[in-house]
């Protein structure tokens, strides 16, 4: 038999070996968000592991938490000209299928490795977070109170400073605690801070 003749005995048996494909209406994939989910990736990271310092992960992200930024975005509540399109998107596409989607896949932390003594100055500056954020940075999902563990460091110290400044979700009283808490401390402490949080595993 020629390289050729087996060639196409081998196609024709993949082909008779085919899965039809799925009735009309009926998702292809179990995990529906995936194939929504594409167009986050060019910012967020494949499977929405970010490995830039300046967006946010998304892989592992609560379920409930990732439902609130969405909507939050989406109504301007927290202003990002970034996001406000795509959370719209989101919203029109099915938010409960992607937050389900970005909660099951398996969080891989930055690779960006903060300097030493910057997170152990971060570490002593935490006692004042670990009330809402948890000792090991996890956050508290009944509270929507999100993990910080493993984030990039830039992200971290860019949604600090919004607190500070009061420019995330600028009309939510709820949030006042941590507002408060972050204008009391130094610029160059929440970059101590972002250092910490972004080494937590
Ligand atoms: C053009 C880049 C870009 C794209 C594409 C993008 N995002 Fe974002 N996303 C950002 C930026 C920048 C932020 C941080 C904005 C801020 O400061 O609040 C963000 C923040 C978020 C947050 C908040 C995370 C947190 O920890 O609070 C969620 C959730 C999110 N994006 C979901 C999505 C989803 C879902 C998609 C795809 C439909 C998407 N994003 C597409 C840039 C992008
Ligand atoms: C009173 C409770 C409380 C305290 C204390 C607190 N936080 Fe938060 N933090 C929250 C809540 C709630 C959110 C989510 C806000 C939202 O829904 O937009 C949050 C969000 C954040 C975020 C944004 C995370 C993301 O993915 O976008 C950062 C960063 C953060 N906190 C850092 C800190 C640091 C550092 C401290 C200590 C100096 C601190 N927080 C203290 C309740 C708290």
Redesign the pocket.
Known sequence: MTIASRLSVLLGLAAALVIPPPAAGQPMLSDVGATK?I??S???GAGGNSRSD???I?AG?DAAY?KK??NDYASGE?P?P??EP?AK??QDLGVDA?AAHFAGQKTQPTALRADAAAVERGRTAAAECVVCHGKDGKGEKAKLI?SLAGQPPGYLR??ML?FKQDQ?NPKDATLKAMKTLMKTIPDERLSDLAAYYSSLR
């Open positions: 989910a167009t986050c060019a910012c967020h300046l967006m946010p998304l992200m990732f930024q969405i927290r990002s970034e996001m795509y998107q989101v992607l999100p860019t949604q919004l995330r």
